[in-house]
């Protein structure tokens, strides 16, 4: 019986994953997974590091998002990485060339090999006493359970939820006897062509379906609730190429790049200083491209003043040349109901429809949907306040990769990766074994994002908040957060280092 029973052991053991440890854990890898890794690998050579990625491919949102249309609403110079320039000829690129660019990118710099897919974190737990974190991992179809250990928890997954967009419930949807899709889950067998098709929002999304929709379909319907602020910006930067001619390629993409950091600054900061004249300026250009007779004050101007919520962004005025040439329209209304052959409209106006397509925004799910726990006890990222827009108050040895909303994403996470490096960096020179950043009395209290937008206002009770003063307040300014996180001091009163082995001993 003690045979049987040993053999028994021995037999769930072979069962069992072996627990693997990593100095850094990183989850996510889309384009704040891939600087993470290139940050890890020249920052900090001696230490080991995996990239753990739920989908079956790299790219994050990029992969992920399959609707006619999907390109950048940055321009790629910013947009792309700081160590591999971006060189095709359009700034505003669509999905493949991006995705093309995050895969060879993870190739070229060896990224890709430390990225494991389908593995999915579901948990992670601190504790003090070992000063590490344990993570439960789900693995594959059959949800596999692993585990791993870390000193740090790098999380890189973004904040919007993969699993599913935002999708109002109609009156009368039911009734439709067309199809209802949302851009986040785009049917393959989706034929538009000669179509009717309604887009109900008003966001970067819409803005782009509208007009690469409008190609093949009968006619394309924009209905908004209100309107949204909307440039048109050429898609090829003529001052770029001109520098590529002229200059060695590493010069002229840094002196792109830097041109580009300091344009968006600009109208930002004249954006929210003069927001009246900056209104000005843009229903002026929406007025030129379509001219006299439109009702731009209707159908193109919101009811807030520019950047409380994103502005969207339409390369070379595709959007507008769509509407001129008729193959597309506006409409600024609310649904009273769906019907058998459309919608009809609070206004008593009805639009036929054969496909209506939501795209009435995203939702959001922080960490990724990772459950935390810090010493037992559940860790709630909204009673938490975000330190330097990257790590929460009280938290140890993590760190989130949020990018701008007021500029590239990838700006600011390649400065988070590289600040994570360094306190990487000060721990192992000075034998410490966490860090933390510890909330004073006097912060202040704001939402984590200022904007507006629906996808914010409806997540507000998921958020952290930030303070009203450093080190708790976000600036979304790329200047100050490079003086800050590549210059600033580590030890600046907020952040607490501890856990030195002598210490550990003499505790003991």
């Not at 990239?51 to 910013?78: H, M, Q």
């Not at 250009?285 to 520019?306: M, N, S, W």
Request: charged share 25%; net charge positive.
């Amino acid at each position: 019986m003690r045979m049987a029973d040993d053999q028994t052991v021995t037999a769930r053991e072979a069962r069992t994953p072996a627990i693997e440890h990593l100095d850094v854990l990183v989850i996510g890898a889309g384009i704040s997974g891939i600087s993470a890794g290139y940050a890890l690998q020249t920052r900090c050579p001696g230490k080991s590091y995996a990239i753990l990625e739920a989908r079956d491919a790299l790219g994050g949102t990029w992969d992920l998002f399959r609707y006619p249309g999907l390109r950048s609403d940055s321009d790629l110079y910013t947009f792309g990485f700081s160590f591999r320039p971006w060189t095709e000829d359009r700034s505003i690129a669509d999905a493949s060339a991006i995705l093309t660019y995050l895969r060879e990118t993870a190739a070229e710099f060896g990224i890709d090999r430390r990225m494991r897919f389908g593995q999915r974190v579901v948990a992670a737990a601190w504790s003090t006493p070992e000063a590490r974190w344990t993570v439960e991992v789900e693995a594959g179809p059959e949800r596999e359970r692993l585990t791993y250990t870390c000193q740090f928890l790098y999380v890189c997954a973004g904040y919007y939820d993969y699993t599913g967009g935002h999708a109002p419930e109609w009156p009368g949807a039911a009734d439709f006897s067309g199809r209802i899709v949302h851009p986040q889950a785009w049917p393959e067998d989706l034929d538009y062509a000669g179509k009717r098709v309604v887009v109900i929002g008003s966001g970067a999304t819409a803005v782009t379906l509208v007009p690469e929709l409008a190609k093949a379909a009968a006619h394309v319907t924009m209905l908004q609730r209100s309107p949204t602020y909307i440039v048109a910006l050429p898609a090829k930067d003529r001052i770029a190429h001109w520098l590529r001619r002229r200059l060695p390629a590493a010069l002229a993409h840094r002196l792109v790049r830097w041109k580009n950091i300091g344009l968006t600054m600009f109208f930002y900061q004249f954006a929210r200083r003069k927001p009246e004249a900056m209104t000005r300026r843009i229903l002026g250009g929406i007025r030129t491209q379509l001219g006299a007779g439109y009702d731009v004050g209707t159908h193109f101007t919101p009811r807030y003043k520019p950047w409380d919520q994103r502005l969207c962004l339409v390369p070379d005025g595709d959007l507008f040349r769509t509407i001129r040439a008729g193959r597309a329209s506006v409409e600024t209304d609310t649904i009273e109901t769906f019907t058998d052959t459309g919608l009809r409209l609070t206004s008593g106006k009805t639009l036929p429809a054969d496909i209506v397509v939501s795209a009435t925004g995203l939702r959001i799910k922080m960490m990724g949907g990772v459950q935390l726990s810090i010493d037992g006890k559940t860790f709630d990222p909204a009673g938490a306040y975000f330190y330097k827009g990257m790590m929460f108050s009280g938290v140890p040895n993590l760190a989130l990769a949020l990018g701008y909303t007021n500029a590239s994403w990838t700006l600011k996470c390649e400065l988070t990766a590289g600040y994570v490096c360094r306190l990487l960096n000060r721990m192992a020179a000075r034998g410490e074994r966490w860090c933390a950043p510890r909330r004073g009395a006097a912060t202040g209290e704001e939402p984590m994002i200022g904007f507006t937008s629906g996808y914010i206002e409806r997540a507000r009770h998921l958020m952290p908040k930030q303070g009203t003063a450093r080190p708790w307040k976000l600036h979304q300014n790329y200047v100050l957060d490079l003086a800050n996180l590549r210059f600033g001091r580590l030890a600046d009163g907020t952040m607490e280092f501890g856990g030195r082995r002598e210490e550990t001993r003499r505790a003991a």
